[in-house]
C-alpha cells in the first residue's frame, strides 16, 4: 500500500531543514545523518546494501536474500529480508520487516530501494499478501519503536541500514500504519456492500486469494520457518 517515490533525495533532506525542526526531530536527523554517511561509504567502496544483503548470490526475481530464513534476532524478536519483483521497473528491489512471535508473524514495513543503493520509499503490504496476523495500528506503532537487530547478526553495515531506516523515518512508518488500518478497513466495508448487493443475483465467488505468484508463498514461508531457528 503506497506508491514508490522516483526521488530519494529526502534521506539527505532530512539532515538540512530549520535548526526548530532539526530541534523537534533530533533523533530521526541524527539517525538520517548516520544512515547517509553509511550509504556514502559504501558508495565510495563501490558497494551497495542490496550487495551485502545478495552476498555474490545471483540476482533473480522472488529469491529471498540472504536466504529463507532472512537476518533475525532472537532476542528481540525482529528480522528482515530482501527480494524483487519480476516486474520490479520502479527499484531494484525492497527490505519486508517482520516482528517474530511463536505461533504468527506482523509485518511492519517495507523499505523500497532504487538501484542507485539509497531507499526510495516506504510501504506496507495487505494482510493476505504474506499470511499476518491482524494487529491494530498502535501495537505495529510501538513493534517499530522497537525494531532493532544485533548487527552481529549479518553484514554489520547491512543491519545498521535497517535498525537507522526505523529511527530516521520513524513519524513516516507510524503514519502508513493508520493509513494501511484505514483502506483495509474501506475495502472491507466494500465487500460488505458488494456482498449485499449480490444477494438479489445468482450467487458468485468473491473469496480474496494470495496471488498465484512465487511471492506468496515464499514470503509466507520465510516468515514463518525461520521463526525460532538457531541463532
Known amino acids: ?6 526521488d530519494h533525495d529526502h534521506l539527505r533532506g532530512a539532515v538540512s ?17 548516520q544512515a547517509v554517511g553509511l550509504l556514502e561509504n559504501l558508495a565510495r567502496s ?27 534476532d532472537r532476542r528481540t524478536r ?7 519483483h519480476d516486474d520490479g521497473r520502479d527499484e531494484d528491489g525492497h527490505f519486508h520487516t517482520v516482528r517474530l512471535f511463536a505461533d504468527h ?9 532504487a538501484r542507485d543503493g539509497w531507499p526510495q520509499a516506504l510501504f506496507t503490504v495487505n494482510l493476505w499478501a504474506i499470511g499476518d496476523a491482524w494487529e491494530s495500528p498502535d501495537r505495529i506503532k510501538a513493534y517499530a519503536r522497537r525494531f532493532w537487530i544485533d548487527p552481529r547478526r549479518g553484514p554489520a553495515a547491512l543491519v545498521r541500514f535497517i535498525n537507522l531506516v ?7 512508518i507510524a503514519r502508513l500504519q493508520d493509513d494501511k488500518a484505514a483502506r483495509l478497513a474501506a475495502h472491507r466495508s466494500s465487500l460488505r456492500a458488494n456482498a449485499s448487493l449480490d444477494s ?22 520465510v516468515s514463518r520457518s525461520r521463526t525460532w531457528s538457531s541463532a
Do not use: K, N
Request: hydrophobic share 40%.
Open 1 to 6: 500500500m503506497g506508491g514508490v517515490q522516483p
Open 200 to 221: 438479489a443475483w445468482p450467487p458468485r465467488s468473491r473469496a480474496i486469494r494470495a496471488p498465484s505468484s512465487p511471492a506468496a508463498s515464499r514470503s509466507a514461508r
Open 46 to 72: 563501490g558497494a551497495t546494501v542490496m550487495d551485502l544483503v545478495r552476498a555474490g548470490q545471483p540476482v533473480e526475481p522472488w529469491r529471498i536474500y540472504p536466504d529463507d530464513t532472512g537476518i533475525f
Open 166 to 172: 526505523f529511527r530516521a523515518f520513524a513519524p513516516e
Open 105 to 113: 508473524t506482523v509485518h511492519i514495513v517495507a523499505i523500497s530501494m
Open 17 to 33: 531543514g530549520s535548526p526548530s525542526t532539526r530541534a523537534t526531530l533530533a533523533p530521526a536527523v541524527a539517525a538520517a545523518r
Open 78 to 84: 525482529c528480522q528482515f529480508y530482501y527480494h524483487s
